[in-house]
């Protein structure tokens, strides 16, 4: 499994440039669905028979986009300026080594020395419209040759795994909800189930509007993973979620709030299962849950996750045992009899 959420982390997958990772992840799961397609938009949708003879929906929703960099222009000089897909906070850019286009090209990212700055500037984070990469390009005509515009990039962040039962890697927001729901097809289920991979989350949910409409199920459980603040400074009320307490199982989040009985219906489940799980304290944040819950007539939903410190950065961090117990909800609750009775 480990290995799998390595592959899913190393593989790009910019918000709105999906194709690589949708191909990955369509070779982990197609031997284990009855069906599988891509919807227009680029979702990536597989479809497992249930073994119930009810007629009863079931969507499981993780987004498979990740933040990244869009080039806007190569400069005459051949530095590209670019600009953020998805949150990115420009504190964590200064310096760091980007993966561009399907070939890889290595970039730095750099701005204006800093003897050259002024003092004002020395006191904070340069915006991200005085960043560039640097490719190493003489000039723009020597750029041109190996980069163009609209290409994406990633961040060159290795998969490590440290400390006690932890892993670092790029893009675990939101590979870690994939992996859940590869490990899930793998198994039985209930419920007619729909396996869906999303894109473009990360800058609007746009792609569960479109794969909420068309499916339209009874429930919709969305998996990602959530910000974690257990370090020091921060005070015990502010620290929504915590390394190595378990899964995350929502009540309200920056786009949803979830329906009390649906919520508790999940805590059983998990109970149950034996898995260990915990509420996120702080109501901030979105997930694809608020583009699905409006879709057509509202669509009941539920939202769980893995906790994640330094989100949409090159160094995510997440438990292995938090994991574990994200990917065991999920296979508990395709196979829980009580989830749409």
């Known amino acids: 499994m480990i290995e799998t959420l390595k592959k899913l982390t190393l593989t790009k997958g910019v918000s709105g440039d999906e194709d690589y990772i949708r191909k990955l992840i369509t070779y982990e799961i197609k031997d284990h669905v009855d069906a599988i397609y891509t919807d227009n938009i680029g979702n990536l949708i597989a479809f497992k028979k249930g073994i119930y003879p009810q007629n009863k929906k079931l969507m499981l929703a993780a987004h498979m986009d990740e933040v990244g960099l869009i080039i806007k222009k190569i400069n005459d000089d051949g530095y590209l300026s670019f600009a953020a897909m998805g949150g990115i906070d420009k504190r964590v850019l200064l310096g760091r080594r980007v993966l561009i286009g399907d070939s890889g090209i290595v970039g730095v990212i750099g701005t204006k020395a800093v003897h050259q700055q002024s003092e004002d500037e020395r006191k904070k984070a340069p915006d991200i419209k005085k960043l560039y990469i640097d490719i190493g390009a003489k000039n723009k005509e020597e750029a041109e040759k190996v980069v163009s515009p609209a290409d994406t990039a990633v961040f060159d962040s290795d998969f490590i795994e440290f400390g006690d039962g932890l892993i670092k890697a790029k893009a675990l927001d939101n590979r870690a909800g994939c992996l859940a729901l590869i490990e899930a097809a793998k198994g039985s289920v209930l419920y007619d189930t729909y396996f869906v991979f999303t894109v473009l989350e990360e800058t609007g949910t746009k792609g569960a509007y479109t ?23 921060v005070k015990e009320h502010e620290r929504s979620t915590k390394l190595g307490e378990g899964t995350v199982i929502f009540l309200i989040e920056g786009t949803a709030v979830y329906k009390r009985t649906s919520v508790e219906k999940i805590k059983n489940i998990a109970d149950k299962a034996g898995v260990k799980w915990q509420h996120k304290n702080v109501a901030a944040g979105g997930l694809d849950s608020g583009a699905i819950q409006r879709t057509k007539g509202g669509i009941e939903t539920v939202a769980i996750a893995t906790p994640c410190r330094y989100l949409h950065s090159p160094s995510c961090v997440i438990s292995k045992d938090d994991l574990n117990a994200t990917v065991s909800l999920v296979k508990a609750i395709v196979t829980s009899p009580e989830l749409l009775n």
Do not use: Q, R
Not at 222 to 231: G, L, S
């Open 211 to 233: 794969a909420a409409f068309s499916i339209n199920p009874d429930l919709a459980v969305v998996v990602d993973t959530t910000t974690a603040a257990d370090f020091e400074g």
